[in-house]
């Protein structure tokens, strides 16, 4: 069923499971360019046909990622040049849907956001680049930085690897698929992937012909099989 009618150029980039729509809840947004916005989960909570304003996109950006959080976590953001930065929450102030959010990250010219994520203390950062290469790197290895500078590297993206397509927080007994443009998959415990410091270029995680690449990797949220990887 048509659950939202979409405008021409239009797509859906994220969606959210919600019980409550609660005050003390945030919905947490970035875009391409580098910008970040929470709004309180409770400003979502009158649906319309037509949707309602999430982000107020500027010419030439476009949000790509949105995540329910309780106001109290890190943000780390990922660009597809394979730098990162990871920054308190609490500096992003709630602002109402229509806003455009503030800067969280100083790109450099053509760089763009591929990835946010919210840190959770332990897990590791699962960064996978177009030729199928990747790594983990403990999240301990990420400085709590403020909001809006350049970050640090988190993967060399030089020669072999090319750019970043995703970025994901991980735990030891989670699975993980990873998507090529040919639609072959790939679904590997993550257990099996090697950890590594952030100033390195991984290992190989997909087998790839000339002319296919990574568009995608999806952390899965049920598990089967563990430690067997399925490649078709």
Do not use: H
Not at 55 to 66: T, Y
Not at 84 to 101: C, H, L
Not at 137 to 162: E, H, L
Not at 174 to 190: F, H, P, Y
């Amino acid at each position: 069923m048509n659950l939202i009618r979409l405008e021409a150029g239009e797509k859906i980039v994220s969606f959210l499971p919600a019980k409550e729509f609660r005050d003390d809840r945030f919905v947490v947004l970035a875009t391409r360019e580098g910008k970040v916005k929470k709004t309180p989960l409770s400003a979502f909570a009158n649906a319309r046909s037509n949707g309602v304003i999430a982000l107020g996109v500027v010419e030439g950006d476009e949000m790509i990622a949105a995540i329910v959080s309780d106001g109290q976590s890190d943000v780390l953001l990922a660009t597809r040049d394979g730098l990162s930065i990871r920054f308190r929450e609490e500096e992003v102030r709630p602002m109402g849907r229509t806003a455009a959010g503030v800067r969280g990250m100083e790109l450099r010219e053509g760089d763009q956001v591929v990835a946010m994520e919210l840190v959770k203390e332990g897990q590791n950062v699962l960064t996978v680049t177009q030729m199928g290469y990747g790594k983990r790197t403990p999240i301990a290895d990420y400085p709590v930085q403020g909001r809006a500078g350049k970050g640090v590297i988190t993967i060399k993206t030089q020669g072999r690897n090319g750019p970043v397509v995703g970025t994901k927080l991980v735990a030891d007994d989670d699975e993980v698929m990873l998507i090529a443009n040919s639609g072959k998959v790939i679904r590997t415990a993550v257990s099996g992937i090697s950890v590594m410091g952030r100033n390195t270029q991984g290992v190989r995680l997909i087998d790839l012909n000339e002319s296919e690449r990574v568009v995608d990797v999806a952390r899965l949220a049920e598990r089967e099989d563990r430690g067997v990887s399925e490649q078709s």
